[in-house]
């Protein structure tokens, strides 16, 4: 698992050092642990994404930070907001031969998740807003499952969506990869109340 986290000074403050803990933590006390390798790459800046696929090459790419509507926000040398085109990211990931799911643990991330379940077979997406505490809800829970032996990212992410269910008002999509002639619809979907 890697894990690109931005926090740019010029964004809304985000809780990302919380959620690695409560990942890592969640994670640490489950069945397979040891099969869950987690790298964390915080104040990620755009320089350093494609370095940082070449070091750990993921089956699981994780980001954690801010979105818009067709961009995610990673940093540049000052610490500031540098918005990198969805679409352009889901180029470069299109090339990584074991990345197998791609999560945007970022605001309006649904838009543009096509692409990226198109580049590597899945991609986990949320709709709208994600508040702080859903996006770390949703991490602690699916990496859990994976890590007690939820075979299927699908069964993982059925799991953490849930659990996200029970206080979260979240809506969190799971795409797969397109084939010729299909719409472009969830296969699995969350909706709360209130989200």
């Keep these: 698992v890697l894990i690109l986290s931005s926090d740019p000074r010029n964004g809304g403050r985000l809780r990302l050092a919380q959620e ?6 969640a994670i640490r006390g489950t069945r397979f642990a040891s099969s869950l390798d987690v790298h964390n790459e915080s104040s990620c800046r ?26 995610l926000y990673f940093e540049d040398a000052q610490g500031i907001a540098k918005p990198v085109k969805k679409q352009a990211l889901a180029n470069v990931l299109r090339h990584q031969k074991e990345l197998q799911l791609v999560i945007l643990n970022a605001c309006f991330s649904l838009d543009q998740g ?6 590597t077979g899945l991609a986990i997406v949320s709709e709208g807003n ?3 505490q859903d996006a ?14 939820q075979r299927s990212y699908i069964e993982a992410f059925e799991r953490a969506k ?8 979240a809506k969190v999509h799971l795409l797969q990869r397109e084939t010729s002639g299909e719409q472009n619809v969830p296969i699995y979907s969350s909706s709360t109340p209130g989200g």
């Design 20 to 25: 690695l803990r409560d990942l890592q933590v």
């Design 46 to 71: 755009y320089s350093d994404i494609t370095a940082a696929l070449d070091r750990f090459d993921p089956h699981i790419l994780h980001f954690s930070g801010h979105g818009g509507e067709d961009v």
């Design 114 to 119: 096509q692409a990226f379940a198109n580049a």
């Design 130 to 132: 994600i508040l702080d």
């Design 136 to 149: 770390i809800d949703f991490s602690r829970e699916f990496y859990t499952a994976l890590g007690y032996g």
């Design 162 to 169: 849930s659990a996200l269910e029970m206080t979260g008002e």
